[in-house]
């Protein structure tokens, strides 16, 4: 039998492919199991763009925290963080303003591990392990308490995250918890997959997905995903394929934006 390697917490059943770790391994990360490999792979059959998507969303994710450092937040919370395979939000915030806080949020073992890992010695940002169905877990967590102040406005991060709650679990219920737990002022970033960009890629990568993994995972037209804003004005451009939403002077936007479904957006609280 091989070993495990060290990063890999006791107790946690390989066999099954797990949403962190596909992404991760589309991003090139090596916190992967085959089980996870196996499934990338099958996707990357199907969409051979899977890699690019994900590369854009985590683009859009720095775009999007760097436009709310300047407009003066301090402190995030972000959901369903994954593996910090690349420049991490605290990476980015904290470069943006030193000091930031930042407390990452994720339901999978290996992430949770892993960022503990990262985050060692950095008094300003934590990792919680915990499901977002439970905002109030969440919100009443020591590391939540220690580092957010929500008389101040806070960037909340959803990118990726809520395709991973189903219509019966009401993640605009989810949404709205916290929204209502922030300042005005604060900000919502999200990001989520959509079919109707390309309806047949759509329906093909939901059914290899979701006959493979652990957690089911939902693709939403524009009406749904909108009805996340609820309570926040969005900034402009408003909900857009990825590379469109504020593309820097270095940002490539070339091809059809269709081929990146994923739609994503910011808003601000009222
Ligand atoms: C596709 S990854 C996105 C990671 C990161 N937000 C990004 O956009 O680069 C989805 C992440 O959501 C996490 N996740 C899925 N369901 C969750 C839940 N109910 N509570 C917390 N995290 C969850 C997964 O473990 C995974 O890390």
New binding site residues.
């Given amino acids: 039998m091989t070993a495990q390697p060290s990063w890999v917490p006791d107790g946690i059943d390989t066999s099954k492919a797990?949403?962190?770790r596909v992404?991760d391994y589309w991003l090139g990360g090596s916190h992967n199991f085959r089980s996870d490999q196996d499934l990338a792979r099958a996707i990357i059959a199907v969409e051979p763009n899977v890699r690019n998507v994900a590369r854009a969303?985590?683009a859009f994710?720095d775009r999007a925290v760097r436009f709310m450092s300047q407009a003066g937040v301090r402190q995030f919370i972000?959901?369903?963080?994954?593996?910090p395979t690349e420049r991490n939000v605290h990476e980015v915030a904290q470069e943006a303003a030193a000091g930031t806080r930042v407390v990452y949020?994720?339901?999978?073992e290996v992430?949770v591990a892993h960022s503990r890992l990262l985050l060692e010695g950095n008094p300003d940002a934590a990792i919680v392990h915990?499901?977002?169905?439970d905002p109030a877990k969440i919100l009443g967590d020591p590391a939540t308490q220690l580092l957010i102040d929500f008389d101040q406005p806070v960037g909340l991060l959803l990118?990726?995250?809520l395709p991973?709650?189903s219509d019966g679990e009401d993640p605009w219920r989810v949404v709205a918890e916290f929204r209502d737990a922030m300042a005005a002022g604060g900000f919502v970033a999200l990001?989520h997959g959509t079919q109707e960009a390309k309806p047949e890629v759509g329906q093909a990568l939901e059914k290899v997905y979701n006959t493979r993994v652990a957690?089911q995972a939902t693709f939403r037209p524009r009406e749904e995903i909108l009805r996340f804003f609820d309570g926040f004005s969005l900034v402009d451009p408003g909900l857009v394929y990825t590379p469109l939403w504020r593309p820097g002077p270095d940002d490539e936007v070339s091809g059809d934006p269709c081929d990146f479904w994923l739609l994503c957006g910011v808003g601000k609280k009222r």
Avoid at 105 to 108: A, L, P, S, T
Avoid at 130 to 133: G, K, L, M, S, Y
């Fill in positions: 797990n949403p962190a992404y969303n985590r994710l972000d959901l369903g963080s994954g593996i949020v994720d339901i999978d992430a915990a499901d977002v169905r990118a990726s995250v991973f709650l990001s957690i």
